[in-house]
């Protein structure tokens, strides 16, 4: 287990060689304690994957430096990246980030119950997370998984002829939801369809 997760490590060559050495020394200090050392091993992992480089990152750069951008829908499969990519742009690049995932906050669902009008929806969230700040042209608007709320798609059009916010809407988009989805906001978004880590962004992790 321990050779396992040292290897596994090794997918980032400045980070790997203190991640593996901390993995390797809570395996000595508790050689028991396998759910311990699968935590910090995870950590590590977590830790390190954060600091890839992919090529969604040039593309959202790019996508912000346009003047006729559209709110942005990246597609995707689970589990490759596409959250964390969008994050971590969105701190990096914007004074206020609003991120809403629709299947851990189901409540917000609701915010265009009232019609899909910005401020309409903008005064909803704020009803839901007053702290909120929303402030025209330096606030990123983060719709995570946009396929359990077909109804955020058709208020991109507002946000696009709005143009105080940038959008970005991510999710795995299949079946009737891709369909709805697609026919409720053609015309007013951007798309990007995002994979796994390729083989040119292995090489960049490994330094070349």
């Known amino acids: 287990m321990r050779f396992f997760f040292v290897q596994s490590l090794h997918i980032c060559a400045k980070c790997s060689i203190f991640a593996a050495d901390f993995v390797i020394f809570i395996a000595f200090i508790y050689p028991k304690n396998v759910i311990l050392k699968g935590f910090c091993a995870s950590i590590c992992v977590i830790w390190i994957m954060k600091l890839l ?16 951008r559209k709110p942005l829908i990246v597609k995707g499969a689970r589990q490759i990246g596409k959250t964390e990519s969008i994050r971590a742009f969105g701190n990096a690049n ?26 309409t929806i903008i005064k909803n969230i704020s009803l839901l997370e007053p702290s909120w700040r929303f402030i025209p042209h330096k606030t990123l608007i983060f719709f995570d998984e946009l396929q359990k709320c077909p109804d955020c798609a058709t208020s991109l059009k507002s946000f696009c002829l709005d143009d105080r916010y940038d959008v970005i809407c991510s999710g795995s988009l299949m079946g009737i939801y891709y369909e709805e989805i697609e026919s409720n906001a053609v015309g007013f978004k951007d798309d990007y369809e995002m994979h796994s880590m390729d083989f040119e962004e292995f090489l960049w992790a490994k330094g070349y």
């Not at 480089?53 to 006729?68: F, G, M, P, Q, V």
């Not at 995932?101 to 265009?112: D, G």
């Open 94 to 119: 914007y004074e206020s980030v609003i991120e809403i995932n629709f299947v851990l906050q189901k409540k917000f669902r609701a915010i265009f119950d009232d019609g899909y009008e910005v401020d």
């Open 53 to 68: 480089e992919r090529k969604i990152d040039t593309y959202l750069l790019d996508w912000k430096n346009s003047a006729k």
